[in-house]
């Protein structure tokens, strides 16, 4: 606050990011010590194609107070329990990266190794079927894990959702606690020539809004982080090569599967998201290996139902701002960077970046060392984050040129470390609070054919017989906790049908 003024904290930009940002702005933050303001314009679309959540939407939902129920109900929404990867690994493979924990930690030792001792006594079962959350989802089961005490082998689930319906909703959410909206078109930026920060923005029909702290939500355009402050951006294409997708929907035609799909094919992936009203679905894929046509016939030719409308294309350069917080301008969402949802991780990274504002929200003048702490910390995140997704790419044992070209390039070392850490005895090593735990890279890596040459020696304290009894047992627990579970279907008409 300066003075006796409140704190003005002006969000540029609609759509999930910014009515994110504004519901949890306006949740926490005092309405006599700060203003809140949104402009958006309903000329400029938004991308609007993130429609698949990890767990950790659930806190953000809490920490609002919403009702699962009528959140679902208003979003079109199902459950998710994980993603399921097909032709990833050979091209007839398949796996599911299933949320929640595999098998049980032995003492010390992570249930995984006793799984890779038990291969080489002959023991055939897959990963996959150590997972509660795996075989519920390929069972099509679903329920919430129990709230006072949660087993071994409860659920963790995320959601499908429709991302314009959300935005709309929690629009009405922040603007029911005192979130101003203002409908137009950002025509300048005014820029303080001694600081360097954003003073206003000029609208049209000649109007202002001024400012102390900017959140820019404007996509792809950037249009404060880059247009106005500069902060640059850093390419990773030579890593991430696709550059461009294509996204429809169809008509929902079988069971909502508790799952999202990503199918492989000769140079990218399709998405298959599950709605209660439709099914989503995108084909990314790089545009120096596959047409825009063949790209399109690609997409039409894998749906589930009937087409709701034409693809509606999408161009892309994979990476991040340089700087994420400049002056006094901060970028959330795709004005931040452009991640490809291969692991639905772009609304969570919108979630981490409000909690990264509200842990730094500046009290008067901002600070150089919490702008600093602010862009450190984002970019580990992000760091984090690409290298589980280039995993993905690298570790594979397609033919086509694209998969063959992704297999042999160079990695960045912190994950060829990890690459390393893993292939010589299991080991994973997670570092600070990067996002994805031991039991996502353990899916992957191991459902894309990477098995370690050994395991930790502990798990060998075990007679041949005791480990087949260990293994024996988790497998039936699992199996046991997913037959109580009614249908994924039969939860959501129970419970959260939309109208």
């Not at 950790?56 to 939902?61: D, G, S, T, Y």
């Not at 992570?110 to 002959?122: A, D, E, I, K, V």
């Not at 009405?172 to 078109?185: I, N, P």
């Not at 589980?388 to 070209?405: A, G, T």
């Amino acid at each position: 606050m300066a003075g006796d003024q409140p704190y003005r904290i002006v969000i540029v930009g609609g759509g999930t990011a910014g009515w994110m940002a504004a519901a949890v702005l306006a949740r926490f933050l005092t309405p006599s010590h700060y203003t809140l303001t949104l402009v958006e314009s309903d000329a400029i679309g938004t991308v609007g194609v993130g429609e698949a959540t990890i767990p950790q939407l659930q806190l953000l939902n809490a920490n609002l107070g919403l009702d699962e129920f009528a959140f679902m109900r208003q979003t079109q929404a199902t459950y998710k329990l994980g993603i399921e990867f097909v032709g990833w690994g050979a091209s007839d493979s398949r796996y599911i990266h299933a949320f929640g924990g595999v098998g049980r930690q032995i003492g010390q030792t992570p249930f995984h190794h006793y799984w890779l001792r038990g291969l080489s006594l002959g023991e055939t079962a897959p990963l996959d079927a150590y997972s509660v959350n795996a075989a519920a989802a390929y069972g099509g089961k679903f329920q919430r894990a129990k709230p006072q005490a949660p087993q071994p082998h409860d659920l963790a689930h995320a959601f499908h959702f429709d991302a314009s319906l959300y935005a709309r909703f929690l629009g009405g959410f922040a603007q029911s606690r005192g979130v101003k909206r203002l409908e137009g078109e950002v025509k300048a930026a005014h820029i303080d020539g001694q600081t360097g920060h954003v003073t206003h923005l000029s609208l049209d029909e000649d109007r202002t809004v001024a400012g102390d702290l900017f959140i820019d939500c404007s996509g792809f355009r950037g249009l404060l982080i880059e247009g106005a402050v500069k902060a640059g951006y850093e390419s990773w294409t030579h890593w991430l090569p696709c550059d461009r997708a294509l996204a429809v929907p169809c008509a929902s035609v079988e069971a909502l599967t508790p799952y999202t799909r990503s199918t492989a094919h000769r140079a990218g992936w399709q998405w298959r998201i599950p709605l209660q009203h439709r099914t989503g679905n995108g084909h990314v894929y790089c545009s120096s290996h596959v047409s825009d046509d063949e790209a399109a016939a690609v997409l039409l030719n894998h749906l589930d139902g009937a087409v709701l409308g034409d693809p509606r294309p999408i161009r892309f350069t994979t990476g991040r701002r340089k700087a994420f917080w400049r002056h006094n301008v901060v970028a959330l969402g795709l004005a931040a960077g452009f991640l490809e949802p291969l692991e639905s991780t772009s609304i969570h990274l919108v979630q981490s970046a409000i909690e990264r504002v509200l842990k730094f929200l500046p009290k008067g003048a901002i600070q150089a060392v919490d702008v600093a702490a602010y862009n450190a910390q984002t970019i580990f995140e992000w760091e984090r984050v690409r290298d589980f997704i280039i995993l993905h790419y690298h570790v594979n044992s397609r033919s086509e040129p694209f998969w063959r070209d992704c297999a042999a390039m160079a990695v960045p070392d912190s994950l060829t470390e990890k690459l390393d850490l893993f292939r010589a005895n299991g080991r994973i090593t997670r570092f600070n609070e990067e996002l994805f735990a031991e039991p996502g890279w353990l899916q992957v890596m191991v459902g894309q054919g990477l098995i370690p040459e050994g395991y930790h020696p502990l798990a060998d304290s075990e007679k041949a017989q005791e480990v087949r009894e260990l293994l024996g047992l988790v497998r039936r627990s699992v199996t046991k906790r997913v037959a109580e579970m009614p249908s994924h279907d039969r939860f959501i008409a129970d419970n959260c049908q939309a109208a």
